[in-house]
């Protein structure tokens, strides 16, 4: 009987949630990093998660992104990375493409709904559960509603010089969804390299 490995610490959620509180300390903020639709760089697209527009927004960011960030990465870490990585490098365009009003994006929050959807995805894969179908098309529901209303329905759209981008949220949740969803090809290569037979040289 095969043994599944202990998934450990959440290291990624520690270092991304270290760095964006390093970042604020060393008043590293979005006036040097945030991602400018107008103007975009590769430094800014990957770094402006990291950066806040004040300590309330870096506040709430970093303790969603943390605490539904160490579940996450207990799960799966594998697809935790990948989930990030994704949408670290797909929303700040592509949410910016969508609310053109935005001139500078910045903050964790992109990365934070989307781990919910993650988890709910988790949980259909892999334990053929019903329950978190629904939730999960609620769920989408609900950015869809505040993408085409223009702001959030919990938070204020505007607070303290910068606004929620809704459009953000929801490339999030479909992120995440994607990722949850996604079949394992590693698995499904193991088995078709057991299932072959073994080849004799002559």
Known sequence: ????????????????????????????????????????????????????????????DALTFFALGVVSESIDRRRYVLFLASASLLIPPLACALDGGVARYAGLSGLVIGQVALWLGHEIRRHRAVWPLPVLL??????????????????????EGFRAIPAAHLLSV??????????????????????????QAP
Not at 32 to 55: G, K
Not at 141 to 147: A, G, P, T
Request: aromatic fraction near 8%.
């Open 1 to 60: 009987m095969i043994r599944r490995r202990e998934p450990g610490a959440p290291f990624c959620t520690l270092a991304v949630t270290s760095l964006a509180l390093a970042f604020h300390v060393l008043d590293i903020g979005p006036d040097a990093l945030a991602y400018r639709p107008a103007d975009p760089t590769w430094t800014s697209l990957i770094l402006c998660h990291l950066v806040h527009f004040s300590p309330r927004h870096l506040l709430f």
């Open 138 to 159: 609620l769920l989408l529901l609900k950015q869809l509603l505040e993408f085409s209303r223009g702001h959030t329905l919990i938070l204020p759209g505007n607070y």
């Open 174 to 199: 479909l992120a995440g969804s994607l990722v949850g969803l996604l079949p394992s090809l590693a698995k499904k290569s193991k088995r078709n390299f057991r299932a072959r037979p073994a080849v």
